[in-house]
């Protein structure tokens, strides 16, 4: 699994960020600060750092310049200093790219999503890869698998899977899924439908409701995703 680290003094911007990307598959650490930034660089790999340019303890450019040091791992900007001035200095020494505030979320994914590529965090030999038995799921490429042979979900389907699968071998509610789904679709699904999507998805990915390898229903309450990873290709 993918995993970034957002440096931000904000927690409802970091939170919210942290929230929407786990839904894309991503994993995330948080820091406050760029003392603890620091500390978490240190002692974890990230595939890239979303930074803000203004710290408690100093600046975005000060820990981006300290990261150039010993990495080339991708950094977006996060900050609300629109000005040419800023956005050209956290170019030029060594950001991506460099996002103002107030921004969409779904542009911030995309733009996470771009950066990665023209890292080559998703070519054919480094893309992300979730393996469960004959199933694989390219989480930056929204594309599923079995027995290498392409499935066509519809976007529900699809983030109805990657809720399952980050929420492994733990029971959700069927409550607790609509509210997920809604929060990353925006798309209205009442009670009836998610037994509908659940069931499609089923049919999709080979799963037997008798004896499930991936969906197990857990009566009264909802479901829960058992599948046994094989690999994580990054």
């Not at 803000?52 to 791992?73: A, H, K």
């Not at 890292?119 to 929204?142: P, Q």
């Not at 409701?209 to 991936?214: A, D, N, V």
């Amino acid at each position: 699994m993918l995993k970034l680290l957002i440096v931000e003094d904000d927690s409802t911007i970091s939170f919210g960020i942290k929230y929407a990307l786990e839904q894309e598959g991503f994993s995330i650490d948080i820091s406050k600060d760029l003392s603890s930034g620091k500390e978490k660089i240190s002692s974890n790999e990230y595939s890239m750092i979303l930074l803000d340019v203004t710290l408690p303890d100093g600046t975005g450019y000060e820990l981006c310049q300290y990261i150039r040091g010993f990495s080339q791992v991708p950094i977006i900007f996060l900050t609300a200093c629109d000005e040419e001035v800023n956005i050209v200095m956290g170019l030029d020494i060594g950001g991506d790219d460099y996002i103002t505030k107030p921004f969409r979320i779904r542009e911030l994914i995309s733009r996470i999503k771009a950066v990665l590529r023209r890292k080559g965090n998703t070519s054919e030999e480094n893309k992300k890869i979730l393996k469960f038995g004959d199933l694989s799921i390219y989480t930056l490429e929204a594309r599923v698998y079995k027995n290498d042979k392409e499935i066509f979900l519809t976007s529900v389907e699809y983030k109805l899977l990657l809720i399952l699968i980050q929420n492994k071998n733990t029971v959700l509610s069927r409550t607790q899924i609509l509210e997920k789904l809604w929060d990353v679709t925006y798309d209205f699904v009442n009670d009836n439908t998610l037994t509908v999507y659940i069931k499609r998805l089923r049919e999709k990915i080979g799963d037997d409701l008798c004896e499930p390898i991936y969906i197990e229903t857990v009566r009264g309450i909802g479901y829960k995703w058992i599948g046994s990873e094989n690999s994580v290709s990054i």
